[in-house]
């Protein structure tokens, strides 16, 4: 068993290695070649336009790891933006607002891990239609209504460098310490790793399942906050597509999309390859298919070495 | 029996139905728009509503809530049962009417299409803002109002759609006659890409003192970056569209204009032109309507 966790670990730091010297490379490429990106000022970009996407994928990688997929956050996003800025509207103080928004993103999260650990059906199947329905609820209560220039104090929590900056950094934080130091964040390597034997083990495996898609939610409420406070509108169209992209980011960074294996750590240098990678082609004047094109590319990359090295340790 | 009997009096209340409507002299217009989630058509919607009280027409609204070419197209048939006079719509997508059309035309109802074009013969019209013409007035103003020598950044629409590809090629022909360098990037109408895009550009080309949002969100987004990195008043800022939340912005001098697609025309002359159809009067294939700008000058008169 010690044997196992050790081997294991050291193939999990050997991968979030392999994330952090492309990261490196993408960043040494543009910094050769693009004089712009070498500013200061373009770094402070950078990592305030990651804050989104870094909640969001934060949030991706606890249910990723415990063997789910949440295709849901982007409607999450939408939803909790549209709520947050009717609340706002109607004169709602900031924090009630907010406290509201995160707890919206929570209860889609915790009723999604709900009806997929209860009627069995895949989670990809289960959050596919909870991204739907999600999507429609958010725009009957945003239908044609103007949610914009909301209070000063709110505008505070996502605009400037600072503020996204730091709460992106306290999510991760507090992620890396659920998964690293309790008893639930244990579990949901367990769990993705083998359900059959984690229930076998004595693991309450159905409840801490939907733990991780509130887990998830909230994240994706989170991440909905900071958007709708830096944009100083709502909209219900919002955060479309964006489930993938978070799903990119844990991906690249080197969790497997199995289950079972990855980590928070690794989740953040995928959110900044994606990051480096836009802004960097931006520095380049590369047009915006392009950067798609590019970001594809990486994608795919990251995936093939994942599946190769697995190959080649079950051969081994 | 007593079941033919019961479906020979629907017929009969159907036929005396049907005959009444084509005997009364007040003609209806059945007017089938984007959505009623939609400020912009709600408006238009409005508009046409009070153009056929005017006009003595009876206002036949039959939108569906949100935009969906399934619903409108069974408000389409819907309309062809009632056997309007004549149908307005305004297509949340244009390739969805083709069945609905040919019986339109067997009821001999002419379809007047709004804002979309719908390509079929029993489509008479089209009232539609002219988006590159529109986007011409647009670019003028950035021109004439941006620090030169500098750069206009158009956050686009998705690549290949019609009117977000207008907007951009009015703007950029208006930037290039002034000898002003263009930087294009393709946003997919999505607010989160135009921050991101713009927060990239404004860094890699520090020397950009325009944007053009090709749709409001859009500059919205820009007005957000401009005000991160402590440059406003130092790069203009367009929109497009008349949002609520851009009026708001541009009044509180964050957001320098917007482009207004005249909403209360094309409702008004959708009517007009769909009543002259049933006269049997001649109308043009294309009725394309101007947008106008609005700025701090005139704003106050469109924030109710």
Known sequence: MAGFVSSSTFKQMRRGLQALLGLVLINAVFFALAPSYRHLANFMTILSNATVLGCLAAGSTIVIISGGLDLSIGSIIALVSVVVGYLLMIKVPVLLAVLAGLGIGALVGLLSGFIIVSTGIPSFIGTLGMMMAVRGVAEIIGAGKDMSAFPKSFAAIGMGYVEPVLIMAAAFALVALFLSKTRLGFNAFAIGGNAEVARLSGISVKKNQVLYYLLGGLLAGLAAVIETSRLDFAQSSRGSGQELNSIAAVIIGGTTMAGGMGGVGRTIIGVLIMTCLSAGLSHLGVGSSWQRIAIGIVIILAVWIDTFQRDRATKA | ?304
């Open chain 2, 1 to 304: 029996m007593r079941k033919v009997s019961k479906a020979l009096l629907v017929v009969l209340v159907m036929a005396l139905c049907l005959g009444a409507s084509a005997w009364s002299q007040t003609k209806t217009i059945a007017y089938v728009g984007f959505a009623t989630s939609n400020t912009f058509w709600n408006h238009l919607g409005a508009m046409a509503k009070a153009e056929a009280a005017a006009v003595g027409v009876k206002f036949l609204d039959l939108t569906p809530p949100e935009p969906s070419p399934e619903e409108q197209k069974k408000a389409v048939e819907n309309a062809i049962l009632q056997h309007v006079d004549g149908i307005i719509i305004g297509a949340a997508d244009n390739r969805a009417f083709g069945e609905s059309l040919k019986k339109a035309k067997a009821a001999k109802i002419p379809v007047v299409a709004v804002d979309t074009g719908i390509d079929d013969p029993q489509v008479f019209s089209l009232v539609q803002t002219d988006n590159l013409k529109s986007a011409r007035i647009a670019g003028k103003y950035i021109v004439a109002h941006m620090t030169k020598p500098g750069k206009i950044l158009i956050l686009g629409g998705t690549l290949g759609h019609q009117t977000g590809d207008a907007r951009r090629d009015g703007v950029a022909q208006m930037a290039m006659d002034a000898g002003v360098t263009v930087i294009y990037r393709a946003c997919d109408w999505d607010e989160t890409k135009a921050y991101e895009t713009c927060q990239n550009e404004l860094a890699a080309n520090p020397d950009i003192t325009a944007i053009f949002g090709a749709w409001d969100p859009a500059a919205m987004a820009a007005r957000a970056v401009v005000k991160e990195k402590g440059l406003m008043g130092k790069v203009v800022i367009c929109g497009f569209d008349g949002n609520p939340a851009n009026l708001k912005a541009i009044k509180a001098g964050e957001i320098n204009a917007t482009v207004k697609q005249d909403n209360d025309k094309m409702g008004k002359d959708a009517i007009d032109i769909t009543l002259k159809i049933i006269k049997g009067q001649k109308v043009e294939k294309f009725y394309p309507i101007d947008g106008f700008i609005i700025d701090a000058s005139n704003v106050d008169q469109y924030l109710n």
